[in-house]
Antibody, heavy 125, light 107 residues
Framework: EVQLEESGGGLVQPGGSLRLSCAAS????????MSWVRQAPGKGLEWVAN????????FYVDSVKGRFTISRDNAKTSLYLEMNSLRAEDTAVYYC??????????????????WGQGTLVTVSS | DIQMTQSPSSLSASVGDRVTITCRAS??????LNWYQQKPGKAPKLLIY???SLQGGVPSRFSGSGSGTDFTLTISSLQPEDFAIYYC?????????FGQGTKLEIK
């Protein structure tokens, strides 16, 4: 069974740091792009960052650039999100998601499936 | 960034109704459009990828269509378990962006 399980969330003060982890199982982790997606309380979904299979390419939403770092350890089949200089607006449930893909008519189609159950990060004093 | 706009933001319907949710992109995204369903306290679940391909295990009452800038998700006959929030998402470019969501409620 394909599974993703996040951990590392919690309460942190503004300006603090936190490291999220996502343990993957049931699929060849090293063959997939992986992403972090967050959801603030009562709000919609926001993509945060993604990372290529070998870690050579990483992309971020503008609001976290320079503060968050995505990484992966293919030997441990794990994805990470290092979050620094946290702000109140970073409060959210953070999901890790596999980016499944399909090559069709010379274009790569990507989608998020599956998702983990999420871990809550609360930034508050 | 590509902006995704869903309409309506909320919708009341009855079991057995046919429902259509619309998603519009701020620029052409070909067929790089996915749909997700999210129930309270749960992670989103993929329904449709590449605009019209049904994810395995998803009931056939769900269907997607469109290309370019305008897309629709249709539920042919609403079931009690379909009341949830639905999101579209583009994968044409980075950053990946989602619509604001459509909350489907019981009438």
């Amino acid at each position: 069974e394909v599974q993703l399980e996040e951990s590392g969330g919690g309460l942190v003060q503004p300006g603090g740091s936190l490291r999220l982890s996502c343990a993957a199982s049931g699929f060849t982790f090293s063959s997939y792009w992986m992403s972090w997606v967050r959801q603030a309380p009562g709000k919609g979904l926001e993509w945060v960052a993604n990372i290529k299979q070998d870690g050579s390419e990483k992309f971020y939403v503008d609001s976290v650039k320079g503060r968050f770092t995505i990484s992966r350890d293919n030997a441990k089949t794990s994805l990470y999100l290092e979050m620094n200089s946290l702000r109140a607006e970073d409060t959210a449930v953070y999901y890790c998601a596999r980016e499944s893909s399909l090559l069709y008519r010379s274009g790569w189609y990507f989608w998020f499936d599956p998702w983990g159950q999420g871990t809550l990060v609360t930034v508050s004093s | 960034d590509i902006q995704m706009t869903q309409s309506p933001s909320s919708l009341s319907a009855s079991v057995g109704d046919r429902v259509t949710i619309t998603c519009r992109a701020s620029q052409s995204i070909s067929s790089y459009l996915n749909w997700y369903q999210q129930k309270p306290g749960k992670a989103p679940k993929l329904l449709i990828y590449a605009a019209s391909s049904l994810q395995g295990g998803v009931p056939s009452r769900f269907s997607g269509s469109g290309s370019g800038t305008d897309f629709t998700l249709t539920i042919s006959s609403l079931q009690p378990e379909d009341f949830a929030i639905y999101y579209c998402q583009q994968s044409y470019d980075t950053p990946r962006t989602f619509g604001q969501g459509t909350k489907l409620e019981i009438k």
